[in-house]
């Protein structure tokens, strides 16, 4: 759900921050992107302030939302950056974060991947196998350098959110099973090139239940415990993300203060420094997806069409896991009706909201699409021949452009003819 302080109606008028969206939809277009900038900060500032006292660190998860102004906007307020790949590092250093600030993680980490988080000297990267393990250590003694490394545990938890977006569950492929930690610890100890600094667990997204968390912190305080007598150091103990936002107003989320509240005194325990990756939770509410009504239309069996200019090339979260999104006129009705707003893209897949009672709309009129800062423009996509849309960053009453749309060109750049 939008903080309508950032997102108001001025005039009868959508608008973000102090902006009217009308304007910018008539100046770069649509199907466009925007960003409120201070929602971001606003945000991390609440996820900071939640922890407050607490020591930790927060790591921002990059691929909620990994355009370069994002990124450098929360580094300027002193947020770190979780990566998940070798292109996911090179965006958080060209925005700008130092690499003793980038956690580097991802379940399927290539040499090349490995030897460029080494090279830049992050943090810490995340293992989530033996034979992972192994890669680092060779790469980084072929650098003649030694890696910082975090284990990723499976702490076989099964959040209650989506199945697609669950992921501490022993049917998952992420981490490292508790059972096999002697074996972990006794490569590690064999191993020369690297040091294990750190514990990890990130059992999934857009989970409401703080019981989640704390089942999974108990176990994994005792892999804590476990590394301690097995003789190693361990600075961090990262949670990962997943902490939940509103999406739909009748359902609203468990607010962080909660989730503070209950795993603060388990955290405090471990006498490390704590790492939280929310990706979420920093961005969803930030941004809205403009996009223009191109035709309406009625079939046999009265049902309503509204078919707009933005489809699942842009937002796939409706197609991939049922998602909700708001979706509101930008100019405010009095009226509404009850319509399926579809997408120009040749799938059924394609759509934002079926039997939807929404404001009522005419071709030509403009809607926006809510909440859709997180896993929005990150999976956006060229299928269809469509292109990726253009991005624009609000800070009270300057827009910028922060990402041009794609033009033809770019479509066939790659394509040797
Ligand atoms: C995706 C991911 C996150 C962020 O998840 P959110 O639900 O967006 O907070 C954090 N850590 C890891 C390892 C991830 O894969």
Redesign the pocket.
Known sequence: MLDSNLFPYCDGTLCCEGISLQKLAEEYGTPLFVTSRNSLVNQYRAFEKAFEGLDHFTCY?V??NFNLHVIRTLADEGCGC?V?SGGELFRALQAGVEPGKIIM?GVGKTAADIEYGVRSGVLMLKAESLSELRLINDVAGGLGKNASVGIRINPNVTAETHPYIT?GDSKEKFGVDETDLDEVFALLKALEHVDLVGLDM?IG??IFDADFYHAALEKLLDVLAGARSAGFNIRYFDI????PVTYDPQKPATPIEQFAEKLVPLLEKTGTTIVF?????ITANSTVLLTRVLYRKRNHAGKEFVIVDAGMTELIRPALYQSYHEIVAVCQHDSVMVADIVGPVCESGDFFARERTVDRVEEGDLLAVLSVG?YGSVMSNNYNGRLRPAEVMVDGKKARLIRKRETFDQLVQNEMF
């Open positions: 998860s691929k909620a979780d998940n993680a992921t990130h997204s857009q990962g993300g997943g902490f990756e929310p990706g979420r939770f997180a």
